[in-house]
């Protein structure tokens, strides 16, 4: 196994979670006595250039694809952070109906929608089917395939090329790092701007997120290796900014190695001074990352058996791919967790790979009163909360697992 970007020799193990089912792929009833595929969930760093990635074990066509089943417009901070970035690059670039914006994997047309409405040509790209169905609903063309630099060719062929590309929340789903953003490079103008959102692995290590781990996840990136990706294909960072989505994102902004007009701003030099300073310049800063996991598996048992050993009731909410990631990595299942809430309707009906939990709409948890409330999606507990306050009536209570165990 070599590293996707420097290709070197693999060897060293960042974590390893074991062999997990598929985090997305949820379990139809007539499935359920199946035998589900399991993928090696080892995460590797690559000793040379420190990119933390899991070798490409299945095709991205298998997941991404016109089953998937992630809807981005179904989180509503979600929407709202879209619309906020889309005001602001407007204003920022001056875009207007003579300008062109790309995003990749655009999803539904939770963001472009708001260009859209603005007038501002636009393109998704996104190879699931179904969610480029629910974009042309909201207006948004898309372009239903991989973005690959084969792609980028052909668009810019077609004198496509884009002044302002984006991308959240995809470059971590890509399996060749190189292919993509030497593709972003075909296809931004000489003065374009990118810009990329994805998690950073300095808030994953120091806040114990491992349950962003999934099969999905090609990648886990430091800004300093994004830096060294994006120079290989001639663009250079001039800006970034940290963004709390995701229990902590970084949005870079790049431009052309060539363009002399975006300097760079000291956001930049003052967050590889921040990676530094905790250690992640090299490879000290990513040892110790599994035995923080495995305190929290051991502390998430434990209190699971004391629950079920009162006789108390046990729900979850949210069906989404860091809950099965936590849920299989520590082993518990239907015989611990009753059921588990999400409103996505396609989802209701479902189970949840792996724990076998039955997937159904909120009105369960009226009508079953759980004791305790597991919010598997840390990152929207507040929101969550809020939503399901009624159920303090009955005195349940709510937990959250990362960074820590959080009864409250
Ligand atoms: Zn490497």
Redesign the pocket.
């Known amino acids: 196994m070599n590293?996707q970007?420097?290709?070197?020799n693999l060897e060293k193990v960042f974590i390893d979670l074991g062999q997990l089912p598929s985090a997305n792929r949820l379990v139809r009833r007539d499935q359920l006595n199946l035998e589900e595929l399991r993928y090696s969930h080892k995460v590797f760093i690559?000793e040379?250039?420190l990119?933390v990635q899991i070798p490409a074990f299945h095709k991205a066509q298998d997941m991404f694809n016109e089953n998937y089943v992630y809807f981005s417009s179904f989180a509503k901070s979600w929407v709202d952070h879209a619309r906020e970035y889309v005001d602001k690059m407007i204003n920022k670039m001056k875009l207007d109906a003579n300008s062109f914006v790309v995003e990749i994997a655009s999803n539904d047309g939770y963001l472009l929608q708001h260009f859209v409405e603005r007038y501002i040509p636009c393109l998704g790209i996104d190879p699931a089917a179904n969610c480029a169905k629910a974009a042309h609903k909201k207006g948004v063309k898309t372009c239903i395939e991989f973005f690959t630099t084969k792609l980028a060719q052909k668009l810019s062929a077609q004198r496509r090329q884009a002044d302002l590309i984006l991308g959240n929340n995809v470059f971590a789903h890509v399996p060749d790092v190189n292919d993509f953003i030497s593709g972003i490079s075909i296809l931004l103008k000489a003065d374009g701007i990118l810009t990329l959102e994805f998690p950073h692995i300095a808030q994953m290590i120091k806040n114990n997120q491992f349950d962003t781990i999934y099969d999905e996840h090609f990648s886990y990136f430091s800004f300093q290796v994004v830096q060294k990706i994006l120079a290989r294909h001639g663009l250079r960072i001039f800006d970034v900014e940290e963004l709390p989505t995701h229990g902590g994102s970084l949005r870079i902004f790049a431009c052309k190695s060539t363009n002399k007009f975006l300097k760079v701003k000291q956001a930049v030099n003052k967050l590889l001074e921040a990676e530094q300073s905790q250690g992640l310049l090299n490879i000290s800063g990513y040892v110790d990352f599994q035995n923080k996991a495995k305190d929290i598996r051991g502390a998430f048992q434990t209190l699971v058996r004391a629950e079920k050993g009162k006789g108390n009731k046990i729900a979850a909410y949210g069906a989404a791919a860091k809950g099965n990631t936590f849920l299989n990595y520590c082993g518990i299942g239907s015989h611990s967790i009753d059921f588990v809430v999400d409103d996505t309707p396609a989802k209701q009906g479902l189970f949840l790979p792996g724990s076998h939990i039955p997937v159904v709409e909120e009105q369960k948890i009226k009508d079953e009163k759980p004791d305790l409330i597991i919010i598997l999606p840390w990152n929207f507990s507040t929101e969550i909360a809020d939503k399901l306050a009624y159920s303090r009536e009955w005195g349940a209570r709510f937990i959250t697992c990362i960074p820590k165990i959080s009864i409250y």
Not at 5 to 8: A, Q, R, S, Y
Request: net charge negative; aromatic share 12%; with cysteine.
């Open positions: 590293c970007f420097c290709n070197n690559c040379e250039c990119l």
